[in-house]
Nanobody, 113 residues
Framework: QVKLEESGGGLVQAGGSLRLACTTS????????LDWYRQAPGKQRELVAS???????TYADFVKGRFTISRDNDKKTVYLQMNNLEPEDTAVYYC???????WGKGTLVTVAS
């Protein structure tokens, strides 16, 4: 059974940093492409960053230069390092397994101005 569990969310002041983690089980992690999405109140869910099994990364324009996605195949975990956070980054952040369109439950990030 596939499991994706996000952690690391919380309340941070504008300009601060957080690191989100998505721990996984039940999948061949090293072969998996994974994404981070976010959904702000009243808005649609949007793609934040993606990482392929070959460690290639892509980012939404609104996080380029501020966020970094990475993966640790030994720990079966994907990370999202978020720096210089802005109030507009406030959202629930979700881990997503691309191949089977599977979602974690999300972790809330709140950025105070």
């Amino acid at each position: 059974q596939v499991k994706l569990e996000e952690s690391g969310g919380g309340l941070v002041q504008a300009g601060g940093s957080l690191r989100l983690a998505c721990t996984t089980s039940g999948l061949f992690f090293a072969l998996a492409g994974l994404d981070w999405y976010r959904q702000a109140p009243g808005k649609q869910r949007e793609l934040v960053a993606s990482i392929t099994r070959s460690f290639s990364t892509t980012y939404a324009d609104f996080v380029k230069g501020r966020f970094t996605i990475s993966r640790d195949n030994d720990k079966k975990t994907v990370y999202l390092q978020m720096n210089n956070l802005e109030p507009e980054d406030t959202a629930v952040y979700y881990c997503h397994l691309s191949a089977v369109d599977y979602w974690g439950k999300g972790t809330l990030v709140t950025v105070a101005s």
